[in-house]
T-cell receptor, first 113, second 115 residues
């Protein structure tokens, strides 16, 4: 059973470009969480999704950021018009139900030039 | 709102020795879960140990054990017989079930195991 997959592992974008980060949860997991880790900081919650539904996006910036988890395919975190402050590691985690342990992917390190 | 505090930004320990990492949290909830995650230089988040608040017995996983003091809202991690591979960032995290609440993380403690 493969773990949580994230791609790309590293992404470089210039200011103003779009960044698309992908997360494939573990098989059988229908809950996906996105977290952001700034340098020398802990992980901060961004958004929680179930299949085709955003359940909680209270941690996500109101502008430029969006997330989806379609019926088929991976969850996508999209950042439009990136700025240098978006440079961070973005982690995806999945769980089979709400109370269970969250399993983390390896993260995507986004660098904005 | 729940908060998690790790007051030790950095710690070091000699190989084979024992080290304790501190974590305190603040919540008004009575039922919750506490976790310690390890993040080695590869940056992968690895679950080390988990504690349910309703359980009085402290969780243990091989060389890792916790001291859970619910009244004091304290959740420390003890690593026995430290190994070089234990060198990593360690994050304490908190979750309130049920519902749509995510993990709340502390800022982490950087542990260095010295040969």
């Amino acid at each position: 059973n493969a773990g949580v997959m994230q791609n790309p592992r590293h992404l470089v974008r210039r200011r103003g470009q779009e960044a698309r980060l992908r997360c494939s949860p573990m098989k059988g997991h229908s809950h996906v969480y996105w977290y952001r880790q700034l340098p020398e900081e802990g992980l901060k919650f961004m958004v929680y999704l179930q299949k085709e539904n955003i359940i909680d996006e209270s941690g996500m910036p109101k502008e430029r950021f969006s997330a989806e988890f379609p019926k088929e395919g991976p969850s996508i975190l999209r950042i439009q018009q990136v700025v240098r402050g978006d440079s961070a590691a973005y982690f995806c985690a999945s769980s089979p139900w709400i109370e269970a342990e969250q399993f983390f992917g390896p993260g995507t390190r986004l660098t904005v030039l | 709102a729940q908060t998690v505090t790790q007051s030790q930004p950095e710690m070091s320990v000699q190989e084979a020795e024992t080290v304790t990492l501190s974590c305190t949290y603040d919540t008004s909830e009575s039922n919750y879960y506490l976790f310690w995650y390890k993040q080695p230089p590869s940056r992968q988040m690895i679950l080390v140990i988990r504690q349910e608040a309703y359980k009085q017995q402290n969780a243990t996983e091989n060389r890792f054990s916790v001291n859970f003091q619910k009244a004091a809202k304290s959740f420390s991690l003890k690593i026995s017989d430290s190994q070089l591979g234990d060198t990593a960032m360690y994050f304490c995290a908190f979750l309130v079930p049920p519902g749509n609440t995510p993990l709340v993380f502390g800022k982490g403690t950087r542990l260095s195991v010295i040969a």
